[in-house]
T-cell receptor, first 109, second 109 residues
Framework: GIQVEQSPPDLILQEGANSTLRCNFS?????LQWFHQNPWGQLINLFY???GTKQNGRLSATTVATERYSLLYISSSQTTDSGVYFC???????????FGQGTELSVKP | DAGVIQSPRHEVTEMGQEVTLRCKPI?????LFWYRQTMMRGLELLIY????????DSGMPEDRFSAKMPNASFSTLKIQPSEPRDSAVYFC???????FGSGTRLTVV
C-alpha cells in the first residue's frame, strides 16, 4: 500500500521562529490534507491541497504532486501552534485517508 | 452547521463489556469514516460507508468490531467484548469536504 512519511518526527521552536514540515508519499494521490491535532486531541483541517500552494494567515502549504511531496510552512510561530501536525493522502475515489505518523511541534515562549 | 458529532467524548469500561460509539455526520455528506488513533499505530482507517453502504471494512481489527449506518444521519461502531488493547481515540469523519469529529477516548480496564 501507499506509504506516507513525515519529517521531522519532533520539532522544538522558540516563539517567533519559522519552520517547514515535510510529507513524502510513495504513489500518486488524488488529494492531500494537512491537519493540526491540538493538545485536546481535536483534528483540525488546515489545508486540502492536491497540488499548488495555498496560504492561510501564518500557515502555507505547497504540494508538488509530480515529485510526491508536500511542505507545510509555519511562520512567526506561536505557543498555540504546538501539537501534532499530520499529513494524510487520499489515493482512491472512496475518500479514505492514509495518515503519516505526524510531526510533534512544541513552541516555547 | 454543528460539524461531525460524536458521543460519548470519553468512555471507561471494564474488559468484556460491550461498547457503542456514536456518530452524526454533517448533513448532506454521503461518505462516513471511522478511524482509530493509538500511540503504536497512529491514525488508521477502520471502515467507511458511502451512501450508508459499507464499502471497505478491511481495517476492522477483528470480529469483535462491527459498524452500522442505518441512515444518512447516524452511525455506530460497536466493540463486543471489549479488551484493554482496544483503548484508543476513535474518530468519525464525513465528506465531502472532509470533516472530523472530536473523537471518543475509550479506555478499557
Amino acid at each position: 500500500g501507499i506509504q506516507v512519511e513525515q519529517s521531522p518526527p519532533d520539532l522544538i521552536l522558540q516563539e517567533g521562529a519559522n519552520s517547514t514540515l515535510r510529507c513524502n508519499f510513495s504513489d500518486s494521490v488524488n488529494n492531500l490534507q494537512w491537519f493540526h491535532q491540538n493538545p485536546w486531541g481535536q483534528l483540525i483541517n488546515l489545508f486540502y491541497i492536491p497540488s499548488g500552494t495555498k496560504q492561510n494567515g501564518r500557515l502555507s502549504a505547497t504540494t508538488v504532486a509530480t515529485e510526491r511531496y508536500s511542505l507545510l510552512y509555519i511562520s512567526s510561530s506561536q505557543t498555540t501552534d504546538s501539537g501534532v501536525y499530520f499529513c494524510a493522502v487520499e489515493y482512491n475515489q472512496g475518500g479514505k485517508l492514509i495518515f503519516g505518523q505526524g510531526t510533534e511541534l512544541s513552541v516555547k515562549p | 452547521d454543528a460539524g461531525v458529532i460524536q458521543s460519548p467524548r470519553h468512555e471507561v469500561t471494564e474488559m468484556g463489556q460491550e461498547v457503542t460509539l456514536r456518530c452524526k455526520p454533517i448533513s448532506g455528506h454521503n461518505s462516513l469514516f471511522w478511524y482509530r488513533q493509538t500511540m503504536m499505530r497512529g491514525l488508521e482507517l477502520l471502515i467507511y460507508f458511502n451512501n450508508n453502504v459499507p464499502i471497505d471494512d478491511s481495517g476492522m481489527p477483528e470480529d469483535r468490531f462491527s459498524a452500522k449506518m442505518p441512515n444518512a444521519s447516524f452511525s455506530t461502531l460497536k466493540i463486543q467484548p471489549s479488551e484493554p488493547r482496544d483503548s484508543a481515540v476513535y474518530f468519525c469523519a464525513s465528506r465531502p469536504p472532509p470533516a472530523f469529529g472530536s473523537g471518543t477516548r475509550l479506555t478499557v480496564v
